[in-house]
């Protein structure tokens, strides 16, 4: 059952290299299998996804206008099944879109075939799909930027429109108000004259009433006196009649009835009460009338009310002289012992009289106070006169001020409101003003809307292919495709924006500020990298030979907190669970190929249980968050990448452009000689991005503000004034850039000094991009030139004492220190008829700054002058190859590559030297796995001792070179040991990682043409204990020394065989073996057998042709004879003495003396040749140069021209 239901599918890409290993290892999937072969999309099935996808999104269509016309109308049928012909605008864009990955794709296949520093990508129906996804997200992105904007910039502009009438309004009510002012000021001011007049008069008749006033206070003052001294008198009288008046008034009713009932009272009795009859004024005494008087209910109440006015003079005087003063028999004891109610009265009679008598002496008195009294009425009459008519004036005035105050307010008012309307006027038109500017921009904005609004599909085609396709491609290479996307929309009648700016576009100001300060380098290349990296919608695989895009990264992610690993940390695994469970970054270095444990996280294969996310690492299911992230690095710019890695990830390619390099160059330099001025100039440089960036926020600051404004702005006290605030902001940051612009302009005047020099090294740095074209092996990264540049910098610092160098020449001599050591660490890489060449056009470099391009049209004069210049009397173009100098050169993390002819080994020279040094050497032959296993080993604890590795032969481990060592190589950093040195040696093989040779110092060890100079290199190998043992021993190695060098000679005028130093090394075993170190005579040499095994054994299975094996056979027959020992003896029989002729010693100072004085230039004839043959030879070696140099700089002329 289970094996009828079970079904296992493998998928694979046949596109990869991978392909062809697994299909030739696995026949199986072939012969077992069912093999269902789905190939790439077609046309018409791009066509159809690209239908589908887009169907729903708003495109313009502008009715009536026609795509595809003429030369696009191929593009049109190649989709037009799909839209049965009447597609229009939507069928173009399909078009477009199948267009636009067909030119990535054919532009990724064109890559593939470039250099091998190049890598390649592979394009699959995944990228498709994710350009629709882009171009779809773009569209709708931009459009409702657009919109938005336009929105913002109608309503602004309305805003100012109404603004302005607002103004005017307010203007003509200012008229208004100004003459509605006039009137009220008017009245107001004769309201105040009215006011003030009657406020004279009020205080002049307050004066009079003063003096009024005062007069009466006067007046009543002497009336007081006068009263007071008239009732001085009267109070000494007073308090007798106060008692009698109550004495009387406590007389009883029966006392008196008692009384009037008596016919005849007693006399005294009798006497009293006619006295008191007297004094009520009745002129009759009589008893019975008396009695009538008591009987009265009035008589107690008048005698209590009766005034001392009211007694005449007559009346005191018959009562004083008949009852009171006359009777002396009439006395208050008496009467009241004759009565109880008459003794009151007569004490109220006696003391009335003698009131009264005081009361009428104080008459004139009293006449006087009534005159004062009566005069002061009269004043007092007067003065209430006088103080009505002040209260009248006063009460007026108050109205007045009052009438003068409401006009006053109405005035202030009406001109605080007019205030108010011109600060309003006032403010709006320089708002206005200030905003000239702005409004001109709005209103350029508002008519460009349409033209955008028409580019707008062609635009986000070009934004979403950038985005897919372009991360992977280098600088010239985007150029080329963005140039044919341009064609095809236009031929396809997609109406688009020739220069539009795709950095631009896709990343705001603020952005690409902080994208600087996060260390992203400022050139065109890292800009559109870094736009790339932050709209990835897969994650991103940075292609970064130079380590800057890792730094910018691990500043910009640093909040994240970004972590390093590669997938040789053994704890890759934790690092990656901890990573996506706590939504960190995760930096990958040195990624060759993608460990099968990211699949899951690379493809989003994620699941959803119970409100988790997981996703599956090896084994386990990990929770995953949303935050997370991973980042892929390698900086081997020919990294193979598999089909399946380039449809999972994002690929960003960070490869130095000769721009950036430039940059980074000026940057160097400045650094050295002017830090100073560095310093300053990135500090500005930081300034006037921020600054731009500011004044941008702030323009859309404005513009936000006004189009949101309800009503008018005039209205809106707090627009206005953040309006003011953001313009005096504005204002501020403008006079900041000014500022900054002119110190900027004084920097560049400085660093303008520089920039030849800068300009020189991007040149240079093309050249050696150049270089590739002629050979695999000629790699030069960026950071092998800046680590030159930097060394002749630090090398070239003016000696102390030594005085200044002007300007131009000190740049004169940086400028020639540059070259001269590019000659010695470049030329030694290079091969030596390209050593020529490259110092030919290095010369002209050198010469001519204008331009390195161009056809050769110097005379051999001007280059021989060049030279001179450049490299001085001795043309050292080999250049610096001595391996002491070169040890001491490099550093442990570069790797020393020394690649050679087949055959010619170079391994030994290295070991003489560790011996020399007394370095401790361990070398490995690679090809093995043992050989895999133990140089891992060995360069693992070397790196950390700080001893020396030689791996040999590499070439015949290039897989593992690539899988393995490369990685291992990349992994060297500040923690290895700085004595550490790694050798590798390698035969010339394309196979080598362009990688290994980006990574190391590399040295081209060719047979150094002419008998001296290889008979130096072969003497060179011997130890001086070897050269001390025989002297016999030291002629034949001399004379296999001759050989060896003449036989090279012969292979560099045409032979073919590949002649090695090991050939030469195992003839010398022969002499060891044939001869003694005891032997003291040449007879003992068996010469014979000694020339069979050189001409049969050692040097003769070299040979294949019959003719060379007799040439071979003449010289070696010639050369080892029992005559070499003689005197003078010649080494080429034709010539005799006059060729050359074996020293007399063999000791070996003599040897080496004797090496020393050959000539250079080997003639011909001394190797059997005629005498024009090196002629011949010289034209060929020089037809081979001039086309290197012509393939050079074509090369150049074709960088230089993108």
Known sequence: MVQRNLHVVFTMNPSGGDWKNRSTTSPALFNRCVVDWFGTWGSKAMAEVGKEFTIKIDMGDLGGYSYGLGEGAALMDRVSEVFDGNGGLRQAVVAALVDLHLIAKKTAEDASTQPSSVSRTFLSPRDYLTFIQNFVSCLNKRRAEIEDEQLHVNAGLQKLVQTQENVAELKTSLGEKTKVLREKEKLANEKLQQMVADQNIAEKRKVEAEKMSEAVQKQQ????????????????????????????????????????????????????????????????????????ILAKSDFIPNILNFNADQLTDKQTKIVREKYLDGNPDLTLEKVKKSSKACGPLYAWAESMVKYSTVYNRIQPLRDEVAQLEKDASTVKVQLETVQAEVSELETSIVQYKEDYATLIRDVEALKSEMQTVSTKVDRAESLLQSLGHESERWEKSAEGFQSILRSLVGDSLILAAFLTYSGFFDFKNRLVMMDKWKHTLEILGIECNDDIGIVESLSTGKQRVEWKAQGLLDDQLSMENGVILDHAVRFPLLIDPSGNAINFLMNKLESKKIQKTSFLDKAFVKTLSGAVRFGTALLVENVEQIDPILNPLLNKELQRTGGRTL??????????????????????????????????????????????????????????????LETQRAAVLKLQGEQNVKLRELED??????????????????????????????????????????????????????????????????????????????????????????YVLEESKPKSGSGESSGKQRLEELKKALFLELVARV????????????????????ASDDSIAGTLAGSADDYVSAYMQVFGDEFQWQGRDELHAVVEEIDATSPLLICSAAGYDVSGKIENMSRE????????????????????????AASKRGTWVMLKNVHLCTDWLNETFVKKLQTFGQSTNKDFRLFVTSEISPKLPTALLRLSDTIVAEASSGIKASMMRFMASFTKARLEKSLIRNRLYLLISWTHAALEERVRYGWTYELAEADSRNALKVIDSFIDVQMKNPDQIPFDALRTTLRVDIFGSRIAKTDDQAILNDMINSTFTKKAFDLQFPLVPALGADGPVLPDSSSPEDMTAWISKLPSHTPPTWVGLREDAEEALEKIKAETIYSTVETVTESIAASSSK
Request: charged share 25%; with cysteine; proline share 3%.
């Open 221 to 292: 003052t002497q009336i007081n006196e006068r009263k007071a001294e008239a009732q001085r008198d009267l109070d000494g009288a007073e308090p007798a009649l106060i008692a009698a008046q109550q004495s009387v008034q406590g007389i009883k009713k029966r006392d008196l009835d008692e009384i009037k009932a008596l016919a005849r009272p007693p006399d005294n009795v009798r006497l009293t009460l006619e006295c008191v009859a007297i004094m009520l004024g009745e002129k009759k005494t009589e008893w019975a009338l008396v009695r009538k």
């Open 615 to 676: 996703v599956r690492i090896g084994t386990e299911d990990i929770d995953y968050s949303p935050d997370f992230m991973i980042i892929l690095s390698t900086k081997n710019p020919a990294v193979h990448l598999t089909p399946d890695v380039c449809s999972r990830v994002t690929l960003a390619n960070f490869t130095v452009t000769p721009a950036s390099l430039q940059s980074q160059s000026l940057s160097k330099v400045l650094s050295y000689e002017k830090p100073e």
């Open 701 to 790: 600051q404005m513009l936000a503000k006004i189009s949101a404004c309800e009503g008018s702005i005039l209205d809106d006290d707090e627009v206005v004034t953040g309006m003011e605030i953001l313009m005096k902001e504005g204002a501020q940051v403008e006079e900041q850039i000014a500022q900054s612009d002119k110190v900027m302009a004084q920097v560049h005047l400085s660093v303008g000094e520089f920039e030849p020099f800068a300009e020189i090294c991007r040149k240079v740095f093309i050249l050696l991009g150049a270089l590739r074209g002629i050979s695999f092996l000629y790699e030069f990264s960026a950071n092998t030139f800046m680590t030159i540049l930097e």
């Open 827 to 846: 030329a030694r890489g290079l091969k030596s008829n390209d050593k020529v060449a490259f110092s030919i056009l290095l010369a002209r470099l050198f």
């Open 917 to 940: 040094l007394g370095k401790e050497l361990n070398s490995v032959a690679m090809g093995s796995a043992e050989g895999f296993d133990t140089a891992e080993s060995l360069v693992t």
